[in-house]
């Protein structure tokens, strides 16, 4: 079958290879240099027993290109290779990956340096991905998330894999107490995006080794993962709603001490409206929203309070030695003019 454009998720047997068109957190496009210094586009085969999304879409951009994805999704297929685009950043943790010097620029110019390396099914994989990359709409981007993050999280061996956290419950502490580094007395603290509800507990025990007494609220936009947290935390059951963090009030009007967000819960686009709903509308007076932002160990994004100001936002305080995980806090009313 020849190339064709195709944006429906293929079956899971139906998949022999994937190549993958890259973007990064500045809107570059990423390619890989070949033997001979001429880009190529990531790409390998799907291993058997591997799902091609959740397994091999994780490990071939890690593997040939040093690159961890955030989101995918298919555009186009030729018979059992199916290209996908991806949005990421450079990647230097503990997975197995290359280590390469990303050839990067505007998706055009990528692919005009693919033509010329005499890669034209690859140039034009470009230019089609980066029109699907680019077209995508909020509700897009909202399934493109669930349909990745909620089973790659239901099917996690341990608590922390159903948070979506690789490592063991000491690098957890490790990666995410900076949360509580905010919470300065006692209070109601809601998690948006809560997962299996893990950080939930973990904010109230780290809050109460600290004297403070939290009671913990979780919020995740899918329905499974609410289940899950519901199902790990049965006396907090009325506490877990499923939600989308952009626009979700409680049904009673209640506000929250603190409140926990992270960046990459919305698209791009949509952080200052996230972070405005939030303090607007679910902060209580006098409290504080805890804003968070991971990356990948070595990849090239902003920490939590350099997107905050880059935004226009007030910081009043800011934690986390990594990098890759940082936390930055905002005081009720710090809005600014819209």
């Known amino acids: 079958m020849p190339y064709r454009l195709c944006e429906t998720d293929p079956a899971r047997d139906a998949v022999g290879r994937l190549t993958v068109v890259a973007f990064l957190p500045d809107g570059s496009c990423a390619a890989v240099p070949d033997a001979d210094g001429r ?4 790409g390998g085969s799907v291993r058997p027993g591997e799902h091609w999304l959740l397994d091999a879409g994780l490990r071939i951009p890690l593997e040939t290109a040093g690159f961890r994805r955030q989101r995918m999704h298919p555009f186009a297929a030729d018979g059992d290779h199916w290209y996908l685009w991806a949005d990421g950043d450079r990647y230097a943790g503990g ?14 110019v990528i692919a005009e340096r693919l033509a010329a390396a005499g890669r034209a099914a690859e140039a034009t994989a470009v230019r089609d991905g980066q029109r699907s990359y680019a077209r995508q709409d909020d509700a897009g981007w909202y399934a493109d998330s669930r349909r990745l993050l909620e089973p790659a999280y239901l099917r996690g061996s341990t608590p922390q894999q159903g948070s979506g ?6 690098a957890w502490r490790a990666g995410r107490e900076m949360v509580v580094d905010g919470i300065d007395r006692d209070g109601s603290f809601l998690d948006l995006g809560c997962a299996n509800g893990l950080l939930m507990e973990s904010v109230r025990e780290w809050a109460a080794e600290r004297g403070h007494r939290v009671e913990p609220y979780g919020v995740d936009l899918a329905p499974g993962l609410v289940a899950a947290a519901r199902a790990r935390l049965p006396h907090w059951a009325d506490r877990i709603t499923a939600g989308n963090a952009i626009d979700w009030r409680p049904a009673d009007g209640s506000r929250f001490t603190f409140v926990h967000v992270l960046l990459d819960l919305v698209p791009v686009a949509r952080r200052a409206d996230l972070v405005r709903h939030a303090l607007t509308h679910l902060v209580a007076p006098g409290g504080r929203l805890l804003v968070s932002h991971y990356q990948a160990l070595g990849g090239t994004d902003l920490d939590a309070a350099a997107h905050l100001r880059r935004l226009g936002f007030l910081v009043a305080g800011a934690s986390g030695a990594d990098p890759s995980a940082t936390t930055a806090w905002l005081d009720a009313g710090a809005l600014p003019p819209a």
């Open 39 to 42: 880009p190529r586009l990531p």
């Open 95 to 108: 997975r197995p990956h290359a280590r390469v010097a990303l050839i990067t620029g505007p998706a055009e």
């Open 165 to 170: 956290f690789g490592g063991d419950a000491a």
